[in-house]
């Protein structure tokens, strides 16, 4: 068998460029894990002669397509769709799907690729998809909104199935959008089947589905901190975000007691001193989720400061919570936190942080919970719809309460296992979740031989 050197992080990474150009979240998402990875396989033969690392790094098949659909003016419109099947070594396909202007292939590449990692973290029977379009829902009507998933699904549906591949919500694709992808799904093809995730709860959803992926990103700080004998309780946070995911953190985050300063969207930052207690929660909630409006009306509600076009990390606080998008936290802006006294930063969002910017805050012991652990609650719940839909039962809010907070300590607890640094006290979570998340996976391509 031909055998090259995946243990040598720099030749892996030449190589990937060369057969991936242009795509720098696919560079940057690889990068990130290999890091790890090729040092901890430098000594397991297996994983060399298997060539594991490489082909993880090779989606199993990647879907684009034409989605043309029918303004309300009668316009046509077109649009492109994606589904990057990364890997199913370990279960069906399974990942969001995100509408944006800014999707793009190494987008959907780099989230395919996180995701691999992420599921298999959970512990479920899950493999690793991403999928989505350059549609922009801001602006749209929602029979807009509607035909577009229609014509979305009428190719996606080909490529998928409940025990092929099983897609979800993340940027722009929220309750309203799933209803109509799996209204057009059931349409098509006459099945009700657990195919889409995070549905409604009159038609196969899960409790807390909503609020996993927030809750357990405060989780997995608290998990952090208590191992070193702290807790959330009285400290200020940041939240970027005003999503699903930032909503749902800052809901957790005020049970636990401590206080959120801070919310975003992609117009700028709002900037609460007294905090953004309940009741000012549901004004977010209400503005973002169903008026769709833009967040300096919170702060024209509440007389908070609004800082247009801007990121709220250069404020002082203990804790961040980035739950908006990719490469939202710069090593600047990495290095502002640490100055200001941040000491944990649990990722809500998708590698919202940069490479350099991680570095700086693992050199500087700071406790960083990378995305794919500690944003792994959303998919985990998303994975027991899946079972709750094959077995056509719901379970009750509290098991699933309880199960989301056990599969998060479990996330915690493998990321402390592969992650300790010798000598320290301190934990390196990135290498943690990097290398939990990879063996499992390794494992089964192993036992499957070259296929
Ligand atoms: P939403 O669409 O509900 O919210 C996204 C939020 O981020 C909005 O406030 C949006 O602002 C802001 N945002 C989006 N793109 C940008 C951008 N380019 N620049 C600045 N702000 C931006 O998405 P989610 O809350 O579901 O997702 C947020 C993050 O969490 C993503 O990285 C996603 O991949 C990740 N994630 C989501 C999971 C889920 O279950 N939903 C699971 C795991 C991770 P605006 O309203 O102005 O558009
Ligand atoms: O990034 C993610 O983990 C998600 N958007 C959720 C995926 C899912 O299948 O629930």
Not at 286 to 298: A, M, Q, V
Not at 370 to 388: D, F, H, R, T, Y
């Amino acid at each position: 068998m031909a055998r090259s050197n995946p243990e040598d992080l720099e030749q892996f990474m030449t190589e990937l460029k060369q057969r991936n150009p242009h795509e720098a979240e696919f560079h940057q998402a690889v990068y990130e894990v290999a890091a790890n990875v090729c040092d901890y396989i430098s000594d397991r033969d297996v994983y060399h002669e298997m060539q594991i690392l490489r082909r993880i790094a090779e989606p199993d098949r990647i879907i684009i397509f034409r989605v043309c659909w029918e303004d309300d003016s009668g316009a046509i419109r077109v649009n492109r769709g994606y589904r990057v099947q990364n890997n199913n070594s370990i279960g069906p396909y399974k990942g969001g799907l995100r509408f944006h202007p800014s999707v793009n292939l190494s987008v959907m590449k780099f989230l395919a690729f996180e995701q691999t990692f992420k599921n298999s973290l959970t512990g479920l029977p899950m493999g690793g998809a991403k999928g989505g379009s350059d549609f922009d829902v801001k602006g749209k009507s929602d029979n807009e909104v509607m035909r577009f998933c229609q014509s979305f699904m009428v190719e996606l549906h080909r490529h998928l199935g409940a025990d092929v591949d099983v897609p979800a919500g993340d940027i722009g694709v929220g309750a309203r959008e799933i209803g109509y992808l799996f209204g057009q799904y059931k349409r098509l093809t006459n099945k009700f089947s657990g195919v889409l995730t995070g549905k409604g709860m009159e038609y196969g959803g899960s409790p807390i589905r909503t609020e996993a992926t927030g809750y357990g990103t405060v989780y997995m700080m608290e998990d952090m901190l208590s191992r070193v004998g702290d807790h959330i309780e009285g400290k200020t946070c940041l939240v970027s975000g005003a999503g699903n995911v930032a909503q749902y953190a800052t809901e957790k985050i005020n049970h636990l007691g401590g206080r959120v300063v801070t919310m975003s969207d992609s117009s700028g930052f709002v900037y609460d001193k007294d905090g953004i207690d309940a009741d000012k929660l549901a004004y977010i909630v209400d503005l973002k989720t169903n008026r769709r409006g833009s967040i300096d009306e919170y702060a024209e509600e509440y007389g908070a400061e609004y800082h247009a076009g801007g990121q709220p990390w250069d404020l002082p606080c203990d804790l961040a919570f980035p739950c908006a998008t990719q490469n939202e936290i710069s090593r600047d802006q990495a290095r502002a936190l640490i100055r200001n006294g941040c000491i944990g930063v649990s990722e809500g969002a998708n590698m919202p942080t940069d490479q350099e910017g991680i570095t700086d805050f693992v050199d500087a012991k700071v406790l960083f919970a990378p995305s794919k652990a500690a944003n792994a609650g959303g998919v985990a719940i998303s994975g027991l719809e899946m079972s709750q839909n094959s077995a056509r039962i719901t379970w009750k809010e509290e098991q699933l309460q309880e199960l989301l907070r056990e599969i998060m300590q479990g996330i915690h607890d493998k990321c402390v296992e592969y992650g300790e640094v010798s000598g320290s006290r301190y934990v390196d979570y990135v290498k943690g979740a990097n290398i939990a998340g990879f063996t499992k996976v390794a494992d089964a391509m192993v036992a499957y031989g070259v296929v």
